[in-house]
């Protein structure tokens, strides 16, 4: 794999590259990706684990969920929330009964009893 290209404008507080495009804030890796090439519903993902790398062959779409396993199979989690197993309310956090949105894991057990 080639060395990452460090986008060296603009950067948010976790390290993404910032950049506008017509008037719109966007992440310099979904420019460099292609704006155009990006189905919705996907996110563009570092196989190099670099924020700021806008290297074209450092990048590859996938879910959100893809993101999360991506994040938990590196490392990256940060917070102690990663490490739980259970819910507050006990239900375990398996492939069945977790859905995870922007990043979070959420109990399909405590959503269906909260409808």
């Known amino acids: ?8 404008g ?3 507080a976790a390290g993404y590259g910032k950049t506008k495009v017509d008037g719109v804030d966007q992440y310099a890796h979904r420019v460099a990706y292609g704006l155009d090439r990006i189905p919705a519903g996907l996110l563009v993902l570092h196989h190099c684990d670099n924020p700021p790398c806008v290297n074209r062959g450092h990048l590859f779409l996938g879910t959100y969920q893809d993101n999360y396993d991506d994040m938990i199979a590196k490392g990256r989690w940060l917070s102690g929330n990663a490490t739980k197993t259970h819910c507050p309310r006990g239900h ?3 492939e069945e009964n977790t859905r995870v949105y922007a990043g979070r894991r959420f109990c399909r057990a405590c959503d269906n009893a909260r409808s």
Do not use: S, V
């Open 1 to 8: 794999m080639n060395a990452c290209i460090e986008w060296q």
């Open 10 to 12: 603009a950067r948010n």
């Open 92 to 94: 375990e956090y398996n």
